[in-house]
């Protein structure tokens, strides 16, 4: 009874002690971002860079996941007349929920990974050690650039992943089934509300561009310098980041779309 | 001559287990400073507190008058443009070039025009024998290569002291005689003060002006290299002569051979 006591304690200690330490991490990096912003060169590098790790994938899976939501969708809705309604419920669909999180998800596996082997090498071999004796301060130029990259290429990525899908649905809707394009284009124009979920995509792809690029850089900045410990650390990343993009999702289309 | 470093009743622990205590040095301006010393004696630790990775517990770390330990971020970065490192396997950075590498401090700390950059980048390199490998990458050169490379960045801002962490660790003899060589060539060169953290003995008496031997975390003899080679110091002779045995012990400290095989008899 006891030693399931201090054992419970134990662990929320040191679960707050990580929320601490973690949020300190976070704001630190927001201290020193203003120095990366003065610098812009960096910034844009790294949305190139972050961006292209993810983009084949982002594409690929979109068309897929359009694909699919255009079949599901069509032979249900036939069924009550209402294929029509194709092209709004595919775009509402991608725009409001699986575009910004499928995104996400993916970028999580993907470009998230490789931020945290890379910062998680660059400690292993010293790097960051080698900047800090230049004087140099790595969270400024090395974390911000990065994690502001991040941040910028989540919601572009998100769109191209609603984009590429709602051509996948109109693929398989109008060029494969026969349905009307001029209905498909329409129906679509008239249902979708660039405040209400254009943007609420946008905000939800920015927040979880903030989870996931931070998720990524903290597990390799804090990492302890061994091949071992690297390789838990990007498994650790999508774990987290991926919870983290489940949790926000929910918490944010309820306060979006909530009554 | 006045002391560019001066470290004084350094006490220096992790947690329970002391690393370094009682530590008197004095690195004068000018001079090549060797700190030797067996594995895990604490000779980087005693490079890592000059440049403010580390705070002693007690005592004082001086570079140029300023009290290291007791410098904030600032201060610590302000007083760090002024020295450089080269750590142990060079900790070049791998997805820059050697170029790229070498202009990293200039780049960062000056406001030179890139055709000037690029004119110190090559006489550092052309100082190191490299200059024309500069658009290499690191993982292309090999390891005595990306040493130097590795002097070529620590040396880029002209820097008044020069921290060397075991640079002639796994390297051949050949490249072991010209990183020894320039080390000795650019402390006179520069003007600038050199510390050379090694265990390696013939390079270092070659080129040092002066060494300290630390043993657990204290220094057990000191003088010039001449002075060492004859002294009667039991670990230095051990050390200097590389003998298996002595006041560094061959066996793990614990039980006894014929105690743990059962010899030793009932008592």
């Known amino acids: 009874m006891m030693r399931g006591l201090e054992s419970t304690g134990r662990w929320a200690r040191e679960g707050v002690e990580s929320l601490g330490f973690a949020t300190r991490a976070f704001f630190n990096l927001l201290r020193y971002s203003p120095g990366a912003f ?8 790294q949305v190139h860079f972050i961006g292209n790790y993810s983009l084949v994938i982002t594409i690929v899976s979109g068309l897929f996941v359009g694909l699919v939501l255009g079949l599901q969708f069509y032979v249900n809705l036939i069924q009550f007349g209402a294929e029509e309604k194709l092209g709004p419920l595919t775009a509402l669909s991608l725009v409001r929920e699986l575009g910004p999180v499928v995104t996400a998800l ?31 301060n790595p969270v400024q130029r090395v974390l911000a650039p990065r994690f502001w990259g991040g941040v910028i290429a989540m919601p572009i990525l998100a769109t191209v992943f609603s984009a590429v899908g709602i051509i996948g649905s109109y693929l398989v809707g109008v060029k494969l089934l026969g349905l009307d394009e001029g209905a498909f284009w329409s129906q679509m124009q008239a249902g979708v509300d660039v405040n209400r979920d254009v943007l609420s995509s946008v905000i939800k792809s920015f927040v979880f561009g903030i989870a996931v690029t931070f998720t990524a850089l903290f597990q390799g900045y804090h990492v302890k310098p061994t091949p071992a410990d690297v390789a838990r650390a990007t498994t650790r990343t999508v774990v987290i980041a991926s919870l983290l993009v489940l949790g926000l999702d929910f918490v944010m289309t309820a306060l979006m779309f909530g009554q | 001559m006045s002391n560019l470093v001066e470290i004084r009743d350094l006490h220096f622990s992790y947690g329970e287990r002391s690393i370094l205590s009682n530590l008197r040095m004095d690195f004068p301006r000018g001079k090549l400073i060797a700190v030797m010393g067996g594995s895990g004696c604490g000779k980087t630790t005693v490079l890592r507190l000059i440049g403010g990775q580390i705070r002693p517990q007690r005592g004082q770390v001086r570079v140029n008058g300023e009290v290291v330990n007791e410098l904030n971020t600032a201060g610590l970065y302000r007083l760090r443009r002024r020295m450089g490192m080269l750590f142990q396997f060079g900790a070049l950075f791998t997805d820059l070039s050697i170029f790229d590498n070498v202009a990293f401090p200039l780049r960062e700390h000056t406001d030179l025009p890139e055709e000037l950059i690029r004119d110190l980048v090559l006489m ?7 200059r024309n490998a500069h658009r290499l990458k690191p993982g292309e050169i090999s390891g005595g290569m990306a040493r130097r490379v590795a002097v070529a960045r620590a040396i880029a801002l002209d820097p008044e002291l020069i921290m060397y962490d075991e640079p002639f660790a796994g390297l051949d003899p050949i490249s072991m005689g010209v990183t020894a060589n320039l080390i000795r060539n650019l402390n ?10 090694s265990h390696d003995v013939n390079e270092t008496f070659a080129i040092a002006d002066y060494v300290y031997f630390m043993s657990a975390g204290k220094i057990v003899a000191e003088g010039t290299p001449a002075e060492l080679r004859v002294s009667q110091d039991p670990y230095v002779k051990q050390f200097v002569n590389a003998e298996p045995d002595g006041p560094v012990p061959f066996h793990y400290p614990g039980k006894s051979l014929s105690d743990d095989l059962g010899l030793g008899g009932k008592r």
């Open chain 1, 38 to 45: 003065r610098r812009p060169t960096l910034i844009t590098e």
């Open chain 1, 106 to 136: 993916l970028f999580a596996g993907r470009a998230g990974t490789s931020l945290t082997a890379e910062i998680g090498l660059m400690k292993a071999g010293e790097q960051l050690t080698a900047m800090e004796m230049m004087a140099v």
């Open chain 2, 124 to 130: 550092k390199l052309n100082a190191v024998g490299l």
């Open chain 2, 188 to 197: 006179d060169a520069l003007g600038s003060t050199s510390i050379l953290v």
